[in-house]
């Protein structure tokens, strides 16, 4: 069974730092992409920062120069350093692993920045 667990969510004050990771197992296909994904209440699921098994990167207007995305191919994990978090930032963040063939996601861990 494909698991996606993720950690590193929490509350913290404006201006401070998190960093969220990802462990993948149980793929049972080539990973392609793995990134992150926030939904924000009432708002939709919206791109955060994803990295391509080659390096291409894409992140949020919103986000750069703040949060930084890398990955460990070897073990499949990946990891989003956010700096300088801001109220806007709250949200529940979403680890996304994509495959040739399908499509995984995390169950969500909830980052709240606080004024």
């Known amino acids: 069974q494909v698991q996606l667990v993720e950690s590193g969510g929490g509350l913290v004050q404006a201006g401070g730092s998190l960093r969220l990771s990802c462990a993948a197992s149980r793929i049972p296909f080539v990973i392609n992409t793995m990134g992150w994904y926030r939904q924000a209440p009432g708002n939709q699921r919206e791109l955060v920062a994803r990295l391509s098994s080659g390096g291409s990167t894409n992140l949020a207007d919103s986000v750069k120069g703040r949060f930084i995305i890398s990955r460990d191919n070897d073990k499949n994990t990946v990891y989003l350093q956010m700096n300088s978090l801001r109220p806007e930032d709250t949200a529940i963040y979403y680890c996304?692993?994509?495959?040739?063939?399908?499509?995984?996601w995390g169950q969500g861990t909830q980052v709240t920045v606080s004024s």
């Open positions: 996304n692993v994509e495959t040739y063939r399908f499509v995984y």
